[in-house]
């Protein structure tokens, strides 16, 4: 085989030429390129097939005046990772950049680089450009799978949406949608987390959640409700929203809790207690009965943060609890008192309607409770209107029957649920009180 008399580009550092069959082969991966006189073709080759070569050539020194032998070269050239493992540790170093949500600049860090080359010397690590492209390949494959997953659910959809702040004071919207699998689970999926340049009108978050739904091929028809907190943007979005496609509000638990929590505690005696505490040791007293009194609600708040199972149909019952922890905890100083009297006009406040129900329109949270076997009874409510919602469950369920085909039944392995021992009952015990102690 013969060689070109000057091999002024670095290409030729990965190649051998054969004048006889006008062809150069790639010392990578073996493949022969046609030869017309130009180096083209083969930088092209080595940018698509071995990414990261050229830039690897780039950082090495020059050559020195004295040619080395060919045995020199051959002892001297850095052996390539084989093509299947060094897209392994590539893909492994992209998955690494969306797990821990690092910038795509991390991999020109000299001390990331300088880390690859201790774990596999041989290894080229590629430039920000390709992990980019990668990404974006990435963002569209999940992207379609994400659509395909939604559309074989066939349970309702349940979206939660937020409209949240960074520490760098730049606004987003999040929104994630939830449902029952076939084999009863409850899945969530992430659907966006969009930055918002514009103003968070009511009218603006209508139209984003719009565009979200619809970027995902979802039918406005399949979305059951949206959960959401108490802003006022937001609040007037969901009645938009709710008159255009019938989606129900429900604001967040956890933040109406908190809210009525904070507000409670800006008694001025409890707040001068909470300020002075270190140096009036007499504000111990009201301190150990706020402790007393906020253990219901630190109790509630941790079981409505809990992602892998429902919590709306617990909420009627939850309220009762709360309401019933504040009448019947009684505290000696003044400012306990308020404390209790405060979070009670809260509670009232904020889910006084809670169980309200009419012939107009469902009551999404009722609904989910009397489906709950817990509260099956509906104690929560007077008999009159239990009477109206188990009327209410059985015209849909009914239009439920007719509206589906029936193809045959399954046999569904019952799970016992592991029932606790008839000893001192927990915080929650107290709280949701089921209408039964045993299976």
Avoid at 284 to 311: D, H, K, M, N
């Amino acid at each position: 085989m013969a060689t070109p008399k000057t091999k002024t580009s670095k290409v030729w550092d990965h190649f051998i030429l054969d004048n006889v069959k006008k062809v150069v082969k790639c010392n990578i991966c073996k493949g022969d390129l046609a030869w017309h006189g130009s180096t083209s073709s083969m930088m092209e080759h080595l940018k698509r097939k071995h990414v990261g070569v050229l830039e690897d050539d780039s950082t090495r020194p020059k050559r020195s005046c004295a040619s080395p032998t060919a045995m020199d070269q051959y002892l001297q050239r850095k052996r390539p990772v084989p093509l299947q493992q060094a897209t392994a540790l590539t893909n492994s170093i992209l998955t690494m950049l969306v797990k821990d949500m690092r910038p795509m600049s991390m991999v020109d860090g000299e001390g990331f680089r300088e880390m690859i080359r201790q774990f596999n010397p041989e290894y080229i690590l590629p430039s920000r450009t390709h992990f980019t492209h990668l990404m974006e390949k990435k963002y569209e494959a999940i992207l379609l799978k994400v659509k395909e997953t939604i559309k074989e659910v066939k349970s309702a959809l349940t979206l939660t949406a937020d409209v949240w702040t960074s520490r760098a004071t730049e606004a987003y919207l999040g929104v994630s949608c939830h449902f029952i699998s076939e084999d009863w689970e409850m899945k969530t999926l992430n659907l966006a987390t969009m930055p918002l340049e514009e103003r968070h009108s009511g009218v603006n978050i209508m139209t984003w959640l719009e565009e979200v739904i619809a970027k995902y091929d979802i039918l406005p028809t399949k979305i059951k409700a949206v959960v959401h907190d108490n802003g006022s943007n937001i609040v007037a979005a969901m009645r938009m929203l709710e008159e255009k496609h019938g989606w129900a509000s429900v604001r967040c638990s956890g933040h109406t809790l908190q809210l009525i929590v904070n507000n409670a505690l800006k008694e001025p005696s409890i707040s001068r207690a909470v300020g002075a505490a270190r140096h009036l040791p007499d504000q111990w007293v009201l301190l150990e009965e706020l402790t007393q009194g906020l253990q219901p609600f630190q109790c509630a708040t941790v079981y409505l943060s809990g992602q892998e199972y429902a919590t709306a149909s617990c909420l009627p019952q939850l309220v009762k609890g709360l309401q019933r922890s504040t009448q019947q905890t009684h505290f000696e100083t003044g400012a306990g008192k308020a404390f209790l009297a405060s979070a009670e006009k809260g509670i009232n406040e904020r889910w006084g309607c809670l169980n309200t129900i009419s012939a107009e329109k469902e009551n999404p949270i009722v609904l989910s409770a009397s489906l709950d076997p817990r509260f099956r009874k509906l104690k929560f409510m007077g008999a009159e209107d239990g009477t109206r919602v188990q009327g209410t469950i059985e015209v849909l369920a009914i239009k439920e029957v007719r509206g589906s085909e029936i193809q045959g039944c399954e046999r569904v392995q019952q799970q016992r649920v592991s029932v606790p021992g008839r000893g001192d009952k927990s915080a929650l015990d107290n709280l949701l009180q089921s209408d039964t102690d045993s299976l």
